[in-house]
T-cell receptor, first 112, second 115 residues
């Protein structure tokens, strides 16, 4: 069965510093991978997604993610974090049909 | 812009009450989903629907039922609320065309407290 692991429950970075959020997945075939963000009091919003092709995917708000099949990873990165990036981030993998399996989430705190 | 709305942002109910959570989307999406979000567990799929009157169980359907009488509306029903159903409930919708590649659009969530 498909599964997603986000090893970091909380991460704190300084404003202006770089960010990397880790995601590892378990899936037999080529995965469909997603990163969603949930700002406080809001629903989830798609940041980016990967299906095939170029393994470095660009998303909204200056985020990017890199698919590494050998490591079963799809880590999210941003070169310079802004205070408004404080939120919870979810990695997800397509699970057949239209279903997604989500990781437990990583809460990002940004300190000024 | 796709809009997914949920009838309540906050609900407080008593144990044993029947609870209805409503979700409406305005993009003519075929697929609609109900998730439950708990700290440390992420989002877990309760039920989804791929057409009017069609539904499939997700990973944690016990204690829940759903109704989809119109394409734009998907209701989650707690037949007899229990304290372990205290949670955040998120509704989402997506078009069917690209299957799992399609973006899921989420509502703002309903935070339910069962006393």
């Amino acid at each position: 069965a498909q599964s997603v692991t986000q090893p970091d429950i909380h991460i704190t970075v300084s404003e202006g510093a770089s960010l990397e959020l880790r995601c590892n997945y378990s899936y037999g075939a080529t995965p469909y991978l997603f990163w969603y963000v949930q700002s406080p009091g809001q629903g989830l919003q798609l940041l980016l997604k990967y299906f095939s092709g170029d393994t470095l995917v660009q998303g909204i708000k200056g985020f990017e993610a890199e698919f590494k099949r050998s490591q079963s990873s799809f880590n999210l990165r941003k070169p310079s974090v802004h205070w408004s990036d404080a939120a919870e981030y979810f990695c997800a993998v397509g699970a057949g049909g239209n279903k997604l399996v989500f990781g437990a989430g990583t809460i990002l705190r940004v300190k000024s | 812009d796709v809009k997914v709305t949920q009838s309540s942002r906050y609900l407080v109910k008593r144990t044993g009450e029947k609870v209805f959570l409503e979700c409406v989307q305005d993009m003519d999406h075929e697929n609609m989903f109900w998730y439950r979000q708990d700290p440390g567990l992420g989002l877990r799929l309760i039920y989804f629907s791929y057409d009017v009157k069609m539904k499939e169980k997700g990973d944690i359907p016990e204690g829940y039922s759903v109704s989809r009488e119109k394409k734009e509306r998907f209701s989650l029903i707690l037949e007899s609320a229990s304290t372990n159903q205290t949670s955040m409930y998120l509704c989402a919708s997506t078009t069917r065309q690209g299957a799992v590649r399609e973006t899921q659009y989420f509502g703002p969530g309903t935070r339910l407290l069962v006393l």
